[in-house]
Every structure is written in structure tokens, then in C-alpha cells.
């Protein structure tokens, strides 16, 4: 996806806050993603550098946004959900490091110390996106289908609470442990949500190849944090084929789920408005 000037719609908040979000979790899993086998080469098992750092380039995307669709109220909303992931992020931790204090068993990757000081170029990244945010509005009202879409799709992801507990939204696409099943269940669960969202707000003629393009585009940066991480080190040090089935069934299976939600929900819209 290609940010160009004014592409922005102004919305309501809460369309503005979804806006957001897609646009952090695009920005971030593409950062994510590129960054971490770079970053192994320099130290390798080191993923804590590369994750908060695409975090905060993803707070910073999300800020623009929300401040070009939906000015400060959309910004204030964007700014309570980066507070609430990292609270939940630094309170976990600092459960844990409670739990196993005084244990035999007391290894700490990271301290919660460690991650509040990880949120603070996120924090930085919020203030420069709502200042650059008015260069990319558009000064008119609308819908921004694709983004929201894709907020959508990455707040989708939250239905691992009813697995694992409270998670932080930010990284809730990335964590997809545990059962195929599981995971089958979460990509559908997901593309249903975004493609009720784009069909409810997208308002231009339905351009099937491109709809199912942008999503499968979605689909991989969800699974690519993980998976291309794991393909790059397995060639570095085993030099073996190996092909992450997330990489291969999540692109496509994501962008046929949305393309039939939509096209079920316009076949939808049409009988009604001609019956």
C-alpha cells in the first residue's frame, strides 16, 4: 500500500481509530518482518530490538492516520489503545517476574523495566504521526475501506484472549500458537470481520482481483513476523528447504475469505434495494 498526500478521509472517530490500527499493524508487520532476519545477522536471538522498533514505526503510521481521518479525538482514541497494549505488556511481565521470584527457576529475557523504556519511542512516534497526520487528509468526508478493513482484521485477533487471557492488541496477530485448528479458525474468524467491515464501508465499484490482492497482502504480513523469520534462519544454518505452511495457506485463504464475504454482501445490498 502506497501512502500518497491527501489519501486520507476524514471519518468519526471510531472509523478513524480502525483506520489507525490497520495502517500501525501494515506498517509494523512490514517493518517486523524485513527487519528481523537483517537484525539476526548482528545479533542473532536478539527479537526484542527489531519488534518494539517496528512497533513504534507502526505507532507512528497509525498516529498520521488517525489524526488525518478523525484530528485529535482520533488520535486521543489511537493513543488509549497503544496505552492499554503496553500496560497489559509491562503489567504481565511484571506478574510474572513476581511469580517465579525466589524460585529455582528464575530466567527473565527481558525485565518489565526493560519493556516500559521499549514503549517510549513508540510514545515518540505517536507525537510526530499526529503532527504529520494533516499532510495526508483528504478535506472531505468519506471511508477508508482498506484500512479499516485492516483494523479490523488485526483487532480480530483478540479472540485469543478466550485462549490464552489478556494480550496485548498490538502483538495479538503475532502470537497464534497451539493447534492447527486453532489457527484455521482465527484466519477465517478474521477475514469474516474485515470483509463485513469493507463490504459495509467500501463505496466504489468491487474490483474482485484487487480486493483479494490487498488482503492476501494482509494475510502475509500477519504470518511473515514469524514465519519468514524462521525460513531465513532455518536456510542461514541448515540450508534446507523449508516452507512455513502459514506462508503458503494464510495469503490465499484470507483473500478468498474476504472477496466472498463481500461479494455475499453486495449480492446482499443488491436484492434489497431491488425487492
Known sequence: MVLRQNFVALTPPRWALLAALGAAFVASSITYSLSAPIYSFIDFGDRVTPLWTAMAIGAFAGAAVARAAGGPLGVLAFAAYLAAGATITIGGEMLYERAIQGSNFYFIAVSAGQLALWQ???AIALLAGSRAGPR???MEHGTNAFLEAAGAYSLASLLLVFVGGPIDPRLAPYNVFGPAPTHVALVAAQAIVAGVVFAWRWRGPLRPLALAG???FVGLVSVMPNDFTTLVGAIRFKWTEYWP???MFVPPGTALG??????LGRARRIRMTTA
Open 136 to 138: 495526508f487528509a483528504r
Open 245 to 247: 505452511l502459514s506462508l
Open 214 to 216: 490487498t488482503f492476501a
Open 120 to 122: 517510549l519511542p513508540s
Open 258 to 263: 474476504v472477496v466472498a464475504v463481500v461479494a
